[in-house]
C-alpha cells in the first residue's frame, strides 16, 4: 500500500486526486514542538486534512514532531495528540518522529542514546494505553546509532530512506522511499511511503 505524509507546509491537498493516484492511505501532521522554544503547536492543516481525507475515504495516521528532553515532556505531547484525536477514526498508526535540525540546534541535540529512547518509549506507551497503534518514525542512522532498538522491539518501524532498495538491517513495516515525488493533488515535492501491513484491517 503506498501512502502520502501530509503537513501543514503542503498547503491545499486534493485528497480525490491522490485517490486517484493511487495512493492508499495519508499520514497527517497533527503538530509539534518548537526545536528552539520548545511550545507546543498544533498544525494548522490537521482537522481540515483529516475532514477531506475522511470526504474521500481515505484512511490516516497521524505524526508528531518531538523535540522532548525529558519523559514529562513526551507525556505532554502524547496527550496533547491524543486530545487532538477526539471524535477521529484513526486506522494507521501514531508515529513519534524525533529529529536533529538541517543547519541549527535542536533542542534534543545533547540527548544521550538512552535518554532519547526512554522519551520514545514514554509517549509510544501513551497513546498504546488509549488503544492506538504506536510507531517511531527515523532514518537509518537514528534508528541505529541515536536510539537503543533493543528497548523498542514492540513497536514499529517507519523507516525513512531515498534508495531503491533499504539497506536497513533490521525489520519495519514502512518505508518512506522518497521526499521529492510528483503527485497529481500535493504541491512538490511530496513523500511517499510503502506500507507493508494493511493497517485496515487489523
Given at each position: 500500500r503506498v501512502g502520502i505524509h501530509v503537513s501543514a507546509d503542503d498547503g491545499d491537498v486534493n485528497f480525490d486526486r491522490l485517490k486517484k493516484a493511487g495512493i492508499d492511505f495519508v499520514m497527517i501532521q497533527i503538530g509539534s514542538r518548537g526545536y528552539g522554544s520548545g511550545n507546543l503547536m498544533a498544525d494548522d492543516m490537521f482537522y481540515e486534512n483529516v475532514r477531506k481525507a475522511t470526504e474521500a475515504e481515505m484512511d490516516f495516521g497521524v505524526t508528531f514532531f518531538s523535540q522532548a528532553i525529558t519523559k514529562e515532556e513526551a507525556l505532554e505531547e502524547a496527550d496533547r495528540v491524543i486530545e487532538g484525536l477526539q471524535g477521529f477514526t484513526v486506522v494507521y498508526p501514531v508515529v513519534f518522529d524525533m529529529e536533529y535540525v538541517k543547519n541549527d540546534t535542536a533542542r534534543v541535540q545533547g540527548l544521550s542514546r538512552d535518554a532519547k529512547t526512554e522519551i520514545a518509549i514514554a509517549f509510544m506507551e501513551a497513546v498504546e494505553e488509549v488503544g492506538y497503534k504506536a510507531m517511531l518514525y527515523g532514518d537509518k542512522e537514528w534508528l541505529i546509532r541515536k536510539v537503543?532498538?533493543?528497548?523498542?522491539?514492540?513497536?514499529?518501524?517507519?523507516?525513512?530512506?531515498?534508495?531503491?532498495?533499504?539497506?536497513?538491517?533490521?525489520?519495519?513495516?514502512?518505508?518512506?522511499?522518497?521526499?521529492?515525488?510528483?503527485?497529481?493533488?500535493?504541491?512538490?515535492?511530496?513523500?511517499?511511503?510503502?506500507?507493508?501491513?494493511?493497517?485496515?484491517?487489523?
Amino acid at each position: 500500500r503506498v501512502g502520502i505524509h501530509v503537513s501543514a507546509d503542503d498547503g491545499d491537498v486534493n485528497f480525490d486526486r491522490l485517490k486517484k493516484a493511487g495512493i492508499d492511505f495519508v499520514m497527517i501532521q497533527i503538530g509539534s514542538r518548537g526545536y528552539g522554544s520548545g511550545n507546543l503547536m498544533a498544525d494548522d492543516m490537521f482537522y481540515e486534512n483529516v475532514r477531506k481525507a475522511t470526504e474521500a475515504e481515505m484512511d490516516f495516521g497521524v505524526t508528531f514532531f518531538s523535540q522532548a528532553i525529558t519523559k514529562e515532556e513526551a507525556l505532554e505531547e502524547a496527550d496533547r495528540v491524543i486530545e487532538g484525536l477526539q471524535g477521529f477514526t484513526v486506522v494507521y498508526p501514531v508515529v513519534f518522529d524525533m529529529e536533529y535540525v538541517k543547519n541549527d540546534t535542536a533542542r534534543v541535540q545533547g540527548l544521550s542514546r538512552d535518554a532519547k529512547t526512554e522519551i520514545a518509549i514514554a509517549f509510544m506507551e501513551a497513546v498504546e494505553e488509549v488503544g492506538y497503534k504506536a510507531m517511531l518514525y527515523g532514518d537509518k542512522e537514528w534508528l541505529i546509532r541515536k536510539v537503543d532498538l533493543t528497548k523498542l522491539i514492540s513497536y514499529d518501524i517507519w523507516l525513512s530512506q531515498e534508495a531503491d532498495t533499504p539497506d536497513y538491517p533490521y525489520k519495519y513495516t514502512m518505508w518512506e522511499y522518497t521526499k521529492n515525488a510528483k503527485v497529481n493533488g500535493i504541491s512538490e515535492p511530496a513523500k511517499l511511503s510503502i506500507c507493508f501491513i494493511d493497517y485496515a484491517s487489523k
